[in-house]
């Protein structure tokens, strides 16, 4: 498991905003994601391009869910 700090993709509301499920749930209440987790970057720089990150990745678009 990794842990999922504040400014991580984890716990950014852009972070499976199209494409949330079970998992990206229980992230946000754990603090913790499985390795090799990824989803999809929902932030408006970066549609179209699918961006697809694991839950401790970053960027300053940030924005706590
Ligand atoms: S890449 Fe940036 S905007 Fe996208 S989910 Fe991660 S922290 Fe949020």
Redesign the pocket.
Known sequence: MIHVNE???????????HHSDDMLVQIRIDGTAPEGYI?????P??EGLH?R?PAN???????AA
């Open positions: 400014g991580q993709c984890g716990l950014c509301a852009h972070y499976g905003e989803n999809e970057c929902g932030h720089a970066v961006l990150t990745g970053a960027c300053d678009g940030f924005k």
